[in-house]
C-alpha cells in the first residue's frame, strides 16, 4: 500500500479513478456534455482494468422495501460510485445528491468528478454500519 494515500475506505481503488479522471482532463479540457466525459472515463478506466459499469441500475430501499431506481453514472469494481459532472463548480445539491445514493445503497464510497473549468474531485463516503435500522 503507499505510504503516502490515506487510510480511507477503497483509497487503492478511488486514486485509480482519480487517475483516470485526470488523464481524460488533460487531453479533453473542459466544455463537453458529461456523456462523453463517460464514455472517454470508462476507456481510460478499461485501459488501466477497472471494472467498470456505466449507467448501473441502483435500486433505492426504504425499510427494506424498493422505493425507486436512479442509475449511476459509473460503478467501478461494485465498490465506487462516480457520478460526473460538467459544470462550472461543483454545487452542495451535487454532493448531497452523490451523499444520498450511499446512504440508499450498500456502495460506501461514492466520487464525484466535474469536467468544469477547474477539474475537481469530491470524495464521499457513508459505511454501512450506519444504514443499519434498529
Known amino acids: 500500500m503507499n505510504a503516502d494515500l490515506p487510510d480511507y475506505k477503497h483509497s487503492i481503488l478511488t486514486e485509480r479513478i482519480i487517475k483516470a ?26 485501459k488501466q482494468g477497472l471494472k467498470s459499469v456505466p449507467q448501473k441500475p441502483i435500486k433505492v430501499l426504504y425499510d427494506n422495501e424498493i422505493i425507486g431506481e436512479y442509475f449511476a453514472d459509473i460503478l467501478v469494481e461494485d465498490k465506487v460510485i462516480v457520478e460526473i ?34 477539474p475537481e474531485v469530491r470524495r464521499k463516503a457513508f459505511d454501512n454500519k450506519r444504514k443499519e435500522r434498529t
Do not use: R
Open 85 to 118: 459532472k460538467s459544470a462550472k463548480a461543483i454545487a452542495d445539491e451535487h454532493e448531497a445528491q452523490l451523499l444520498n445514493y450511499l446512504k440508499a445503497t450498500n456502495i460506501e464510497v461514492g466520487l464525484l468528478l466535474n469536467f468544469g473549468q477547474k
Open 21 to 46: 479522471f485526470y488523464s481524460v482532463y488533460s487531453v479533453l479540457g473542459y466544455g463537453f456534455l458529461e456523456k462523453v466525459y463517460e464514455n472517454a472515463l470508462l476507456l481510460e478506466m478499461k
